[in-house]
């Protein structure tokens, strides 16, 4: 059932009214914090208020502007919008808590607009996810950009404005180049926008030429830079130069969430499994993308910089969703949506325990960090744990993930891919094992024992730990999301 409600709206607003609220109480950096927290927590309740509605199989909608027929600024509430909303709202929470004392901590310059451009950047994030058809997610899509522009600029500095041009042309160029095009034509084809009710059917009637569908899919494949699909990954590393907190946002929660979020919502309601069977566009697209995985993983292995290795890391990992959707089989859709979750809440604990490395010991490189672990057991061990799940070993989240993508590509008859989840999971072992062995068993360097050194403040720590047992309880008890992805896959 369909249900007309404003809390999509209100949902959308808590992050806007957080913003100004910051912006107004500059010079009271403990009320501006707080307002940035209690709107994180208000866009979190309202969001945990509307899953319970869909989580028994209903819809929310509501219509802002109508601008032609077919064509209108909608949001809507369904199963996949969940899996998104609910983690990009959840660790707001804790990215902003965490923030407090990372930005503190180092003494970091204008704090109001870095938590006001946070704030409008989760704005955008959930404008996304509750995008009822391709305009109004192609709107939040571009605010998205534009308001991480200034976090990756933070700094101020000649890399840190190189690494902000670089994030922006990449972003906007293929957006305005690719997928506005794409969105004109498909409207002028279809006379909607709107997404199909179920992933099967797409928008497109059968009498459409099928070389002119199989163009326009290319086009948002490419266009929607943000999910990192090589060759249109190299604003990703490039924004590293960003604040921790930044980094930790731009990968496990807003940018490149949006990015894979928005390329599997237009493959499957847009285009649809029927349509892209019968065209044979999803296997081509899983082999495409396995490249990404294989190559990106190769790269973070030659990696010393931490950061970096996690930023490699992310291009990789990425793919594993849009590969999931391309093999067009119930468990490979199912375990690239599932991934959504399991890559944020794995991903947001690295960036967060190398954001505290760097408060604690100001060190950036893991061949700098041998013994570090028995200094920093809390940290290095949130880092252990989340490293297996991104490697995809059980208990933790990503052996889910890695469970539904195995089936899916049998189910698909593809020994391809699988055997590329088998490689990448070793290049997973051999870049992310390294770490933690070097942490907790390393020899600290002669004449730095790293006694004086200890855990980053608790404002850290707490998101941490959190973050990294979340991680592990959504591979333990797997339900709750994978309610709402067989939801999707009906």
Same mark, same amino acid.
């Given at each position: 059932?369909?249900?007309?409600?404003?809390?999509?709206?209100?949902?959308?607003?808590?992050?806007?009214?957080?913003?100004?609220?910051?912006?107004?109480?500059?010079?009271?950096?403990?009320?501006?914090?707080?307002?940035?927290?209690?709107?994180?927590?208000?866009?979190?309740?309202?969001?945990?208020?509307?899953?319970?509605?869909?989580?028994?199989?209903?819809?929310?909608?509501?219509?802002?502007?109508?601008?032609?027929?077919?064509?209108?600024?909608?949001?809507?509430?369904?199963?996949?919008?969940?899996?998104?909303?609910?983690?990009?709202?959840?660790?707001?929470?804790?990215?902003?808590?965490?923030?407090?004392?990372?930005?503190?901590?180092?003494?970091?310059?204008?704090?109001?607009?870095?938590?006001?451009?946070?704030?409008?950047?989760?704005?955008?994030?959930?404008?996304?996810?509750?995008?009822?058809?391709?305009?109004?997610?192609?709107?939040?899509?571009?605010?998205?950009?534009?308001?991480?522009?200034?976090?990756?600029?933070?700094?101020?500095?000649?890399?840190?404005?190189?690494?902000?041009?670089?994030?922006?042309?990449?972003?906007?160029?293929?957006?305005?180049?690719?997928?506005?095009?794409?969105?004109?034509?498909?409207?002028?084809?279809?006379?909607?926008?709107?997404?199909?009710?179920?992933?099967?059917?797409?928008?497109?009637?059968?009498?459409?030429?099928?070389?002119l569908v199989v163009m326009l899919y290319i086009f948002c494949l490419i266009g929607f830079a943000k999910n990192g699909v090589m060759p249109m990954h190299h604003w990703l590393p490039g924004a590293m130069v960003a604040p921790t907190p930044v980094s930790a946002l731009l990968h496990a929660v807003a940018v490149v969430k949006v990015g894979v979020f928005s390329t599997t919502r237009v493959m499957l309601y847009v285009f649809g499994t029927d349509t892209m069977s019968a065209l044979n566009l999803g296997i081509?697209?899983?082999?495409?993308?396995?490249?990404?995985?294989?190559?990106?993983?190769?790269?973070?292995?030659?990696?010393?910089?931490?950061?970096?290795?996690?930023?490699?890391?992310?291009?990789?990992?990425?793919?594993?969703?849009?590969?999931?959707?391309?093999?067009?089989?119930?468990?490979?859709?199912?375990?690239?949506?599932?991934?959504?979750?399991?890559?944020?809440?794995?991903?947001?604990?690295?960036?967060?325990?190398?954001?505290?490395?760097?408060?604690?010991?100001?060190?950036?490189?893991?061949?700098?960090?041998?013994?570090?672990?028995?200094?920093?057991?809390?940290?290095?061990?949130?880092?252990?744990?989340?490293?297996?799940?991104?490697?995809?070993?059980?208990?933790?989240?990503?052996?889910? $993930?890695?469970?539904?993508?195995?089936?899916?590509?049998?189910?698909?008859?593809?020994?391809?891919?699988?055997?590329?989840?088998?490689?990448?999971?070793?290049?997973?072992?051999?870049?992310?094992?390294?770490?933690?062995?070097?942490?907790?068993?390393?020899?600290?360097?002669?004449?730095?024992?790293?006694?004086?050194?200890?855990?980053?403040?608790?404002?850290?720590?707490?998101?941490?730990?959190?973050?990294?047992?979340?991680?592990?309880?959504?591979?333990?008890?797997?339900?709750?999301?994978?309610?709402?992805?067989? $939801?999707?896959?009906?």
């Amino acid at each position: 059932m369909i249900i007309e409600s404003p809390q999509l709206l209100f949902a959308l607003l808590a992050p806007v009214v957080g913003s100004v609220l910051v912006m107004l109480t500059k010079n009271k950096p403990n009320l501006r914090e707080t307002w940035s927290f209690l709107s994180s927590v208000a866009m979190f309740l309202l969001v945990a208020s509307m899953a319970r509605t869909v989580w028994h199989g209903d819809t929310l909608h509501y219509t802002l502007f109508t601008l032609l027929p077919g064509l209108s600024i909608t949001l809507r509430a369904d199963a996949f919008s969940m899996v998104f909303a609910l983690i990009a709202s959840f660790l707001w929470m804790l990215a902003v808590f965490y923030s407090m004392g990372y930005m503190r901590g180092l003494k970091e310059h204008a704090q109001t607009r870095f938590n006001a451009c946070f704030a409008l950047a989760l704005f955008g994030a959930m404008g996304v996810a509750f995008a009822d058809n391709l305009f109004t997610l192609y709107l939040f899509y571009e605010i998205v950009s534009i308001v991480t522009y200034p976090l990756v600029a933070h700094h101020q500095d000649e890399e840190g404005y190189e690494g902000a041009k670089k994030y922006i042309i990449y972003l906007t160029t293929t957006a305005k180049g690719l997928l506005l095009p794409a969105m004109i034509l498909i409207y002028v084809l279809t006379g909607t926008l709107d997404f199909a009710p179920n992933i099967r059917d797409g928008i497109f009637s059968g009498d459409i030429n099928s070389s002119l569908v199989v163009m326009l899919y290319i086009f948002c494949l490419i266009g929607f830079a943000k999910n990192g699909v090589m060759p249109m990954h190299h604003w990703l590393p490039g924004a590293m130069v960003a604040p921790t907190p930044v980094s930790a946002l731009l990968h496990a929660v807003a940018v490149v969430k949006v990015g894979v979020f928005s390329t599997t919502r237009v493959m499957l309601y847009v285009f649809g499994t029927d349509t892209m069977s019968a065209l044979n566009l999803g296997i081509p697209t899983a082999y495409f993308v396995s490249f990404t995985i294989l190559v990106a993983s190769i790269i973070a292995l030659t990696k010393d910089n931490l950061k970096a290795r996690l930023a490699y890391s992310t291009v990789s990992q990425l793919s594993y969703i849009i590969l999931g959707a391309a093999l067009l089989t119930v468990p490979g859709i199912q375990g690239g949506i599932v991934h959504i979750a399991n890559h944020a809440f794995a991903k947001i604990t690295l960036f967060f325990c190398a954001g505290a490395i760097y408060v604690a010991t100001h060190k950036k490189n893991i061949s700098d960090m041998s013994g570090l672990g028995r200094a920093m057991p809390f940290t290095f061990g949130a880092f252990a744990l989340a490293s297996l799940s991104m490697i995809g070993a059980p208990p933790v989240g990503g052996f889910i $993930t890695k469970w539904y993508l195995l089936i899916g590509a049998l189910d698909a008859n593809q020994i391809g891919i699988i055997l590329v989840l088998l490689t990448s999971t070793l290049l997973n072992v051999a870049y992310f094992a390294p770490v933690s062995f070097k942490a907790f068993f390393g020899k600290p360097p002669a004449g730095e024992p790293y006694a004086g050194i200890k855990e980053a403040p608790l404002s850290m720590v707490i998101p941490i730990m959190l973050a990294a047992i979340i991680s592990l309880v959504v591979g333990i008890y797997p339900d709750f999301f994978m309610h709402f992805v067989r $939801t999707v896959t009906g």
